[in-house]
């Protein structure tokens, strides 16, 4: 008689089903749990107390391994304690079982029955930014273009003559009177320093008079390749400088010393341990900011596995003997993908839309290349080996993006090309994806192009996204499940500081897709299960950095990269997963931040 794999499960006792599980599910490899055998050891191996000892038991715990069960009982496979040697973990199972791995100078940490699970890998984040914004002005959530302009007076009279005043994080969508500061509005309150903030999403500033000035914007200044400098009906500039026109003038801004770009990592680098955030793939493009990691790794400093993003624009020979020399067999700090930009952003309306926008009829948004010039430089870094990540919002930018995958990779297969890790994968990226068609999503998983995502996004966007897009267009933008579905990996992220870098705002965001107060709802169709969600969040983000093999489930081999949880998110009411707390972060079995 032939039995199911669901009655054979059911006749097992309890404590073979990790072990034999695995067998039923053809991941023996992944699923050796427990590993501290019960039934009777095989001739020939080694005794129980020659077994090697755990340097860390973590015991008594609601452990979520990430390795999917797909049993009555549970989705995903549960386990009651950790056993960590050295960096990684050596055994998942029941804390009786476990204990059999105490040596006497284990460790052993009483978890209280708390919620323990892989630690979140921040597929797109920009720690420079989070950490320049918290030693400057921070803007985010004012209400009105008074409280901005209050900011700004405050920190004039506290600066000394001759200083920058900078910030970041206004949105001028949460005002009353829903319009972009001008030079004339900072004017008044700067007392003759020169001043410059940063919009939220990053893709528009504001200047105020001296600050164009020392960055020679005038009225004869021509917009850049992928910029516009906003004007007045005299042809005056107003101070806004969209995408790359903002470079004239953060050119001229003195940089900031080595000790406090250092000062900013480590704050921002804290945000991430207390947030349960223990892997992040960043883009912080001054190459100073890469040597600050290195120092905080020799130092034993370092709070988070880094991944460490270069520019697509800079010459091949460069990015190449920084990858040689940075490779990613340095599991701690190591340089990634090349990360170029398609377009800009919803809110800034620059993002690159096939048709106008619907609340702008004249505007398309700003694609940051031409065609032909894209796909050359992305057909010659994918023959050197290189994975590519495009931010892309709009659908015209992922057109652009998906347009020159389908040459390079091309190309790869002829040239017999391989990938980063050997393979002939490039898993080449496209960052954001937020508006996409029906046949670009199809395409996506033709390519194997990974959609690397952000939705705590919504949260903030879902009060204008379907003014910027009409209905239509709206219906088929942040399709998380429509790429699920279509069997393309999804990578979540939180693109902070754009956003904050808490995994659980994203978690509530992509399993309701209603804003945080509950009133708003965005085409819940797209919605995802809190277990999909998750799996974006670590085996996703860790595949899209080649790193699967290393992390984002709790198995042994794996890195001991694992966060506890004030509360079990996969059980918790939507309302209650945005109020949860980490208790404790670890990374490779250190642990890195602990509440008080």
Not at 63 to 90: C, H, K, M, W
Not at 201 to 207: E, F, L, N, S
Not at 556 to 584: H, I, N, Q, Y
């Amino acid at each position: 008689m032939k039995l199911s794999s669901e009655k054979v499960f059911m006749m097992l006792t309890r404590q073979d089903r990790g072990w034999r599980l695995g067998i039923l599910l053809g991941s023996l490899t992944l699923l050796c749990l427990p590993c501290v055998a019960q039934s009777p050891a095989p001739a020939g191996a080694a005794p129980e107390a020659a077994k090697p000892k755990a340097d860390i038991i973590f015991m008594h715990a609601n452990v979520y391994t990430g390795v999917p069960a797909n049993t009555p009982f549970s989705s995903v496979l549960r386990e009651e304690a950790i056993a960590v040697r050295g960096d990684r973990i050596q055994a998942v199972g029941k804390t009786l079982d476990i204990g059999k791995l105490k040596g006497p100078q284990t460790q052993v940490v009483d978890l209280g029955g708390h919620f323990v699970m892989p630690g979140f890998n921040d597929a797109h984040l920009h720690l420079d930014d989070a950490g320049t914004m918290k030693l400057s002005v921070d803007m985010t959530g004012v209400k009105s273009l008074d409280e901005l302009r209050a900011r700004v007076l405050k920190k004039v009279e506290e600066a000394k003559a001759g200083d920058w005043i900078l910030g970041s994080g206004w949105d001028e969508t949460l005002w009353p009177v829903k319009v972009t500061p001008t030079r004339w509005d900072l004017d008044e309150v700067s007392g003759g320093h020169p001043v410059f903030l940063v919009r939220i999403d990053g893709h528009i500033a504001v200047a105020n008079t001296r600050a164009l000035q020392l960055g020679s914007v005038t009225l004869a200044s021509r917009d850049p390749q992928g910029g516009h400098i906003d004007r007045n009906e005299n042809g005056e500039p107003t101070g806004v400088l969209r995408e790359t026109a903002q470079a004239t003038v953060l050119g001229v801004i003195p940089k900031p010393t080595h000790q406090l770009r250092r000062q900013g990592l480590e704050l921002a680098l804290a945000d991430l341990a207390e947030h349960g955030v223990t892997s992040a793939q960043d883009y912080s493009p001054n190459w100073e900011n890469f040597q600050i990691y290195e120092e905080l790794e020799k130092e034993g400093k370092l709070t988070a596995r880094i991944t460490e993003w270069l520019p697509f624009d800079d010459p091949i020979e460069e990015l190449s003997r920084k990858r040689e020399a940075h490779p990613q067999s340095d599991l701690m700090l190591h340089t990634g993908l090349l990360k170029g930009f398609m377009d800009g952003s919803l809110g800034s309306h620059t993002a690159a839309l096939l048709e106008p926008y619907a609340d702008d009829a004249k505007n398309s948004g700003l694609p940051r290349y031409e065609a032909a010039t894209l796909n050359a430089m992305t057909k010659e870094r994918v023959l050197a080996g290189f994975q590519i990540g495009f931010h892309a919002i709009g659908d015209k930018g992922v057109q652009m993006a998906l347009d020159a995958f389908t040459e390079a990779e091309k190309a790869a297969r002829e040239a017999h090309v391989r990938a980063p890790n050997g393979g002939d994968d490039f898993r080449l990226r496209i960052e954001h994806a937020q508006v996409t068609t029906p046949a670009q999503i199809a395409r996506f998983k033709e390519l194997k192009v990974i959609a690397s995502m952000q939705p705590s996004h919504l949260l903030n966007d879902i009060r204008w996204a379907q003014d910027r897009l009409g209905p239509h267009r709206a219906a088929t933008s942040y399709a998380w499940l429509a790429f699920l579905n279509k069997g393309v990996t999804l990578a979540f992220g939180t693109d902070y500081p754009v956003e904050s870098v808490s995994p659980f705002r994203g978690l509530y965001a992509a399993i309701t897709r209603k804003s945080e107060n509950g009133k708003l709802e965005y085409f819940p169709d797209q919605r995802l299960t809190v277990d999909q969600a998750i799996s974006a969040y670590t085996m996703g983000s860790a595949f899209a950095e080649f790193e699967e093999k290393e992390k984002g489930r709790l198995v042994p081999g794996m890195l001991a990269d694992f966060v506890v949880l004030d509360r079990d998110v996969t059980a918790a009411s939507p309302e209650k997963l945005l109020a949860t707390k980490v208790l404790r972060t670890i990374v490779g079995g250190k642990t890195v931040y602990e509440a008080k």
